[in-house]
T-cell receptor
């Protein structure tokens, strides 16, 4: 069993939809949680960073962490075609990042 | 602007050959990392370095080596390339201290081993 599980998708939604992306994890030592966005043939870029359980909002993006359930989510409101990318969750124990496999999102105009 | 670059962007080689992938960052970050990305496995850590002359093995280090002679560069060497090493390779860096987990990624090198 992988430490971090993420549905690979693809997830296809119409423009303007609310998107929910999720990861589950098994390692209780994970302290920080991040979401990276990766466009096709590009390197991942940091999108959101959270530490504690609860919600963190940044524009159209909301990151949610539930440590008791070992479950994190990324919500995208009013999704745009430019949001089409692969979204990777990442988790930190010590100084090491462990990535989920990524979910490919397609937002159709 | 500070950045992280990788070269070459694409490489085709034959099994058994030695290959070196370059990574150069101008952020003056102490920490540098090499990952490979494969379908179904996400990003997996190959090697990492916390400073000059420091190198450490990651999750999938067999068949790879790195050396760190200055702050800016961390070249990745495949000693004898194998078809299983066909992948996309990403270099990343992060500052020392504090949130060293915030990593900045390069554009990637697509390596094909025939």
């Amino acid at each position: 069993q992988k430490e971090v599980e993420q549905d690979p998708g693809p997830l296809s939604v119409p423009e303007g939809a609310i998107v929910s992306l999720n990861c589950t994890y098994s390692n209780s030592a994970f302290q920080y949680f991040m979401w990276y966005r990766q466009y096709s043939r590009k390197g991942p870029e940091l999108l959101m960073y959270t530490y504690s359980s609860g919600n963190k909002e940044d524009g159209r993006f909301t990151a949610q962490v539930d440590k008791s359930s070992k479950y994190i989510s990324l919500f995208i409101r009013d999704s745009q075609p430019s949001d089409s990318a692969t979204y990777l969750c990442a988790m930190v124990a010590g100084n090491m990042l462990t990535f989920g496999g990524g979910t490919r999102l397609m937002v159709k105009p | 602007d500070a950045e992280i670059t990788q070269s070459p962007r694409h490489k085709i080689t034959e099994t058994g050959r030695q290959v070196t992938l370059a990574c150069h960052q101008t952020w003056n970050h102490n920490n540098m990392f090499w990952y490979r990305q494969d379908l179904g496995h996400g990003l997996r850590l190959i090697h990492y370095s916390y400073g000059v002359q420091d190198t450490n093995k990651g999750e999938v280090s067999d068949g790879y080596s790195v050396s760190r002679s200055n702050t800016e560069d961390l070249p990745l060497t495949l000693e004898s390339a194998a078809s299983s090493q066909t992948s996309v390779y990403f270099c990343a860096s992060s500052p020392a201290g504090g949130r060293t987990d915030t990593q900045y990624f390069g554009p990637g090198t697509r390596l094909t081993v025939l």
